[in-house]
């Protein structure tokens, strides 16, 4: 079994910034993709950033020059850099770790997730 727990979530006033750590534990597949969602309130979850065990990232769109994710293979632990936030990055986040083994079975884990508010 597959444990992800975030923290780093709070409060701060746009412009601030926070960072989130996502700590996985357990079997973890050495070649996994982690990523950070989000969940704001009415509306469906939504991607926010992507590394892969390579270092490989992708971000969406409106987090783009803000946001910095990372990684740290030795610890399985993953990293969110929030800078210039904006209220509109109110949101419940959510750390993910999937993989493909090499039976091509697919495993997937998610964390709890950790409340982002951003104060205008």
């Known amino acids: 079994q597959v444990q992800l727990v975030e ?3 709070g409060l701060v006033q746009a412009g601030g910034s926070l960072r989130l750590s996502c700590a996985a534990s357990g079997s973890i597949f050495s070649r996994n993709v982690m990523g950070w969602y989000r969940q704001a309130p009415g ?5 926010v950033a992507g590394i ?7 971000y969406a769109d409106s987090v783009k ?3 910095t994710i990372s990684r740290d293979n030795a610890k399985n632990t993953m990293y969110l850099q929030m800078n ?3 209220p509109e990055d109110t949101a419940v ?4 770790i999937d993989w493909v083994d090499d039976t091509g ?4 884990y998610w964390g709890q ?3 982002v508010t951003v104060s205008s």
């Open 105 to 108: 079975a697919y495993r997937h």
């Open 84 to 86: 210039s936030l904006k």
């Open 113 to 115: 997730g950790t409340q």
């Open 7 to 9: 923290s780093g979530g």
């Open 52 to 58: 892969m065990s390579g270092g490989s990232t992708n």
């Open 43 to 47: 509306k469906q979850r939504e991607s």
């Open 93 to 96: 986040y959510y750390c993910l």
């Open 65 to 67: 020059g803000r946001f």
